[in-house]
């Protein structure tokens, strides 16, 4: 399976030169900032997540503390209903939440982990899950798929990326409630 797949972690960015340099607009990441709840994080993401890449379906799994994540946000295809929690276990998004690294499944069709399957009988080929960390703690995971194509490289560090901003997004938000 591992030649199914492409993997990013945070490490990656300190030692591959060519990892410095991700576009994003500028109004995307200001309305980010000026969000102050988790709540309004995701709505800045839904609105936006559609202009920074082609896909055809993009959710959000946050972490439910219990070995299950919460799918709390869904645009496009409706493969996995948001209604299912997914188990950490025997999951693409489940070990792209633990190994806080970015996972890419090049062919649904050829992995075995439920939520592939599932996407791939909702007609989706392909999925990339990106972990939604804040110094080093994992709130849950961004996932987008595609009906045809594989993602490239550059996406992938551009999911990782906003991702990642999410992960600060989600900290700040939590700080401001306590």
Not at 18 to 46: C, M, Y
Not at 75 to 99: E, H, Q, Y
Request: charged share 15%; aromatic share 8%; with cysteine.
């Amino acid at each position: 399976m591992e030649n199914n797949e492409f993997h990013l972690a945070a490490r990656c960015f300190f030692d591959r030169p060519d990892h410095e340099l991700v576009s994003l607009p500028s109004r995307f990441i200001v309305a980010l900032s000026s969000a102050s709840t988790r709540n309004e994080v995701l709505q800045v993401l839904a609105r936006w997540l559609v202009q920074l890449f082609s896909w055809d379906r993009a959710s959000v799994a946050l972490d439910l503390q219990s070995g299950y994540l919460s799918i709390v946000s869904v645009k496009g295809n409706l493969a996995i209903p948001s209604i299912i929690p997914l188990p950490v276990d025997f999951t693409l998004t489940g070990r792209a939440f633990k190994t806080k690294t970015l996972i890419t499944c090049h062919q649904l069709s050829a992995s075995t982990e439920q939520d592939c399957r599932m996407l791939h009988e909702g007609g989706l080929t392909t999925c990339m899950d990106a972990p939604i960390i804040f110094n080093d703690h994992c709130y849950g995971t961004l996932n987008v798929a595609r009906t045809q194509g594989r993602f490239s490289e550059q996406e992938a560090i551009q999911l990782f990326c906003i991702a990642s901003i999410l992960g600060l997004s989600f900290s700040v938000c939590d700080s401001r409630s306590t």
